[in-house]
T-cell receptor
């Protein structure tokens, strides 16, 4: 079942922060986050495995609450380069190879 | 390291023709996945392959679609007798082991059926 992302779209000014949420109705083993710019390939940002860890990547970090089957992506001090569509992809088992992606959150950062 | 290579980038086919989409995974990656993306939609899983084996094709339409990953050469996604509804972006991704290592996506093939 497809995870639900919120919000669907968000507009930020440079330097502002944003949170993108991903919720699933199924038990999850891992959550992946990708960013896709228009007309380009999705780019892997990070993966969070069962255990509730939080990860960071420059000014982008994420958390995973396995009990709530939710993950959140945090973007701080946003830059123009952060613009794009963010997708979460979920896997339900340790050996899962198939990711189920949400519909995406379109993030626009303006000067 | 050239990354995941897909070709062609753009493909136009008339209804009823065949479309062949190619994907060469990253060096050292033995797992290949094909996803389809419609405008304003997420990526929909189609098929997962390893060399010479189709592991899971549960996302593939039962008719007209097929995929292979031969011992030598790229993975091929083949769509026979294309229809307008097949127009989409088709992305190939690869990973070294299971998806727990994250995917590397190719740039996609944008198929337009006229």
């Amino acid at each position: 079942q497809q995870p639900v992302q919120s919000p669907q779209a968000v507009i930020l000014r440079e330097g502002e922060d944003a949170v993108i949420n991903c919720s699933s109705s199924k038990a999850l083993y891992s959550v992946h986050w990708y960013r896709q710019k228009h007309g380009e390939a999705p780019v892997f940002l990070m993966i969070l495995l069962k255990g509730g860890e939080q990860k960071g990547h420059e000014k982008i970090s994420a958390s995973f609450n396995e009990k709530k089957q939710q993950s959140s992506l945090y973007l701080t001090a946003s830059q123009l380069s952060y613009s794009g569509t963010y997708f979460c992809g979920t896997a339900s088992g340790a050996g899962s190879y198939q990711l189920t992606f949400g519909k995406g959150t379109k993030l626009s950062v303006i000067p | 390291n050239a990354g995941v290579m897909q070709n062609p980038r753009h493909l136009v086919r008339r209804r009823g023709q065949e479309a062949r989409l190619r994907c060469s995974p990253m060096k050292g990656h033995s797992h290949v996945y094909w996803y389809r993306q419609l405008p304003e939609e997420g990526l929909k899983f189609m098929v997962y392959l390893q060399k010479e084996n189709i592991i899971d094709e549960s996302g593939m339409p039962k008719e007209r679609f097929s995929a292979e990953f031969p011992k030598e050469g790229p993975s091929i996604l083949r769509i026979q007798q294309v229809v307008r509804g097949d127009s989409a972006a088709y992305f190939c991704a690869s990973s070294p082991y299971s998806s727990n290592y994250g995917y590397t996506f190719g740039s996609g093939t944008r198929l337009t059926v006229v």
